[in-house]
């Protein structure tokens, strides 16, 4: 890691100490803004999983497990700033296989609900999907300044913005259900949502996988280069 990636600058940027370096989050601004949006995701979380079993929705079970995985991976995200870039981009990995995971249980449970589900209630798929948009609305702001960086830090602002996106999402499917009266534009927006998270799962994982390359490379550099500053 570059000694001089630690700027408060969010955007990647040269520093007179080698080649330019993408901002790594190590700054104190970017801490206090991510540990407020991990206080975001879980209070989501809690309303958002209640919700969802009271309205027996596969989009909002979707919200749900989105807020919590949000939470946990963030903290991740917190937890290793200031590391190697291989940790980082560790991290970042494992965010991407989260997103995969859920992506997968997301269309599993609406193809069963597609078999054997009831219409879900629309009213309260719209209150809580516009709750949820509020909240992501909310670290949005905190975290739209941080929006470029490494992988880990660009995965957070990706998975922020995909999530304002999703919960707009719900909320017009709750609309449509009342309207029709049907449970399928619940079903069909949880495979949209699914194909979502399969989207920027793959996204993360080509650009962590392009760090840690480039950072192997460097590494490989400085063996052969005795007099360099740069730092991997």
Same mark, same amino acid.
């Given at each position: 890691?570059?000694?001089c990636?630690? +700027?408060?600058?969010?955007a990647?940027?040269g520093?007179g100490?080698?080649?330019a370096v993408?901002f790594?989050g190590? +700054?104190?601004?970017?801490?206090? $803004?991510?540990?407020a949006v991990?206080?975001?995701n879980?209070?989501?979380f809690?309303?958002?999983?209640?919700g969802?079993?009271?309205?027996?929705?596969a989009? %909002?079970a979707?919200?749900?497990?989105?807020?919590?995985a949000?939470?946990?991976t963030y903290?991740?995200s917190?937890?290793?700033?200031g590391?190697s870039?291989?940790?980082?981009?560790? #991290?970042?990995?494992i965010k991407s296989?989260?997103l995969a995971?859920m $992506?997968?249980?997301?269309l599993?449970l609406?193809i069963? !609900?597609?078999?054997?589900?009831a +219409?879900?209630?629309?009213?309260?798929?719209?209150?809580l999907?516009l709750?949820g948009?509020?909240?992501?609305? %909310?670290a #949005?702001l905190?975290?739209?300044?941080?929006?470029?960086?490494?992988a880990?830090?660009?995965s957070?602002w %990706?998975?922020?913005?995909n999530?304002?996106i999703?919960?707009l999402?719900?909320?017009?499917?709750? %609309?449509a259900?009342?309207?029709?009266?049907s449970r399928w534009?619940?079903l069909?927006?949880g495979?949209?949502l699914?194909a979502?998270?399969?989207r920027?799962?793959?996204?993360?994982t080509?650009?962590a996988t392009?760090?840690r390359?480039?950072?192997?490379?460097? !590494?490989k550099?400085?063996?052969?280069s005795p007099n +360099?500053l740069?730092r991997v």
């Amino acid at each position: 890691m570059s000694s001089c990636s630690t +700027s408060e600058k969010p955007a990647s940027a040269g520093c007179g100490c080698g080649s330019a370096v993408a901002f790594d989050g190590a +700054s104190p601004a970017y801490r206090r $803004a991510l540990s407020a949006v991990i206080v975001i995701n879980v209070v989501g979380f809690v309303v958002v999983a209640v919700g969802s079993w009271f309205a027996d929705s596969a989009a %909002l079970a979707a919200n749900t497990l989105d807020f919590a995985a949000d939470a946990a991976t963030y903290a991740l995200s917190l937890w290793v700033i200031g590391k190697s870039v291989r940790v980082r981009s560790g #991290a970042a990995l494992i965010k991407s296989g989260s997103l995969a995971l859920m $992506a997968t249980g997301i269309l599993g449970l609406a193809i069963w !609900r597609a078999v054997t589900g009831a +219409s879900p209630e629309g009213g309260a798929i719209s209150g809580l999907g516009l709750f949820g948009a509020a909240a992501n609305l %909310l670290a #949005a702001l905190l975290l739209v300044r941080f929006r470029d960086g490494d992988a880990n830090v660009r995965s957070v602002w %990706l998975c922020t913005r995909n999530d304002l996106i999703q919960c707009l999402a719900v909320a017009a499917t709750g %609309l449509a259900v009342t309207v029709t009266g049907s449970r399928w534009p619940d079903l069909i927006v949880g495979v949209l949502l699914a194909a979502v998270f399969f989207r920027s799962a793959w996204l993360i994982t080509a650009q962590a996988t392009n760090e840690r390359r480039s950072a192997a490379n460097e !590494r490989k550099f400085v063996t052969h280069s005795p007099n +360099s500053l740069t730092r991997v």
